[in-house]
């Protein structure tokens, strides 16, 4: 029978599939023992499952880079570490081989045993690795239950699958779409979460907040996943399908559209030219930037080369990337983030501080680059070398007052000078700017404007430092909100002193690439945005249907709005006028 569940959508589009259930603390196991004879073979395959998950934990390090990979990396590395923990291996092997448990009952009486153990230890971070026993075992329970069940594979393969879970774990989706997963439907979560904002990015079609999904969804139920609308079909009807297949056509025919606009140029409906600029990291990220037509990198993030190595990077390797980084940009102005470790950015060179109480309030960003000059100086040399291929621009993440950046400013100095000793070419110009993501640089910025030749808005920890709360924290939803109307008015702020010193101000938060905030962006006076490659054509096809005159109108009212609510309220009302 049809059933409808809403949710908020956190990314859109729509998927029909069979469900597949994610629920990561329900083991479904036969409890039969074994006969003596069948012990071997259960050993096997439960050591094929467990072979199975070391692979997809390899190929999920495999696969993720730059943002991600810092994001994900060390929690894939604690659950391989417990995958070939030796007690944990010879107490499934013992359970199967004198227990005769099956390889399932195994999992789940080891894993009820170790969790046991967590929970009672005092110290709140071994209790929390509770979870990563669970992670770690459900990832095994799964790798053997697709060993039983061929069948059912392949009619996932046809039909291909909806995942329906309580959260997602970014580095899980990341590899799920890598193997045809069609859409998430998740019961919590927010549409801010980093999950979220990767299924954006993969062109996935992901609902959050649909309470119900786990109790009201079965295994292998045909559903139709409306991202569009918010809701989920479970059962959906021979009209449901009908929509769905009106949805296809309409999409394949606004993807040739868009793929038309990758040469136009990117302007308002009343033809003000806006600047649009890719956040980019690999070179697919520079190829797709290239092939849509953006006009610049506006976010080049290095802490992945520091993350990806064991050591510190060297002055030649850094050298390599951000010289490949500007020829492959073919003479466009590409944007270099100096180094923003710290926070939840932990480094494999020791070089974040351990300790800290608070460290998202702690040592990061500029802050720690200035505690290690000499590793900042490779950083600074190998930028300042390979901005002599092209236009290169220098981003300092973190910056709270003046004095970070005329440091920043003399260490470039420095470098220069040693470099023209040593006869090295050298760009005659690099300009230096701020990232604003600290309020009292948002507050301040004219201050920081006598020193900065350029603003990048970063609204992601703009946010969570102006609301105090955690953007990945999905109980803090109703509060991490762009709109906040205490936001828009540091957003509108920083643009109009950028504006009043003739300084460019861009903005390179997720909020750039969202089509659903390039109106306030631009009603606000924005005029630069940089965006994940993937959604540059959106935007330029959102802007050109908006009139910038007419929206600069609304500024006024936008950041005098009481409450999110109101600014969401009022942003409905211009759009359907823009529209009328
Ligand atoms: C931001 O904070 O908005 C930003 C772009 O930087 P990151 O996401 O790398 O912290
Ligand atoms: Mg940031």
Redesign the pocket.
Known sequence: MRQLLSGTTASRGMALGRARLVQPNRYQVDTRPLGEDEVDNELARLHRALDAARQELRELRGKLHG?LAREVNEFIDAHSLLLDDAELLRGLDDMVRIGHYRAGAALKKQRDRLAAVFEAMDDPYLRSRKEDIDQVISRVVSALQRQTSAEERKLAARVGEILVADTIAPADMAHLAGHGLLGVIASSGSPYSHSAILARSLDLPMLVGTRDALSTIHDDDLILLDAERGETVVHPTAQDLSRYRAWQRESAQEGRRLASLANAPTRTRDGVGIRLLA?AESTADVATARARGADGVG?Y?T?FLFLRHKGLPSEDEQFIAYRDLVMGMGGMPVTI?TL?LGAD?ADAAGLVLRGEDNPALGVRGVRLSLRYPAVFTTQIRAILRAACYGPVRVLV?MVTQPDELIAVRTLFKLARQDLKRENVDLPEKLPLGA?I?VPAAAINVRALLEHADFL?????????YVLAADRGNDALENIYNPLQPALLRLIAHVISAGRRADKPVS????IGGDVKFTALLLALGLCEF?MHPSQLLHVRDRLAMLDHAELRRYAPRLIRARTHEDAEALLAAISETMQG
Do not use: F, V, Y
Request: charged letters at 30%.
């Open positions: 943002a956040n976010l993030r802490e983030r923003d950015k993440p990232m993501e990048a808005i970063g609204t992601n920890d703009l946010a969570q903005l390179c938060g997720e940089s």
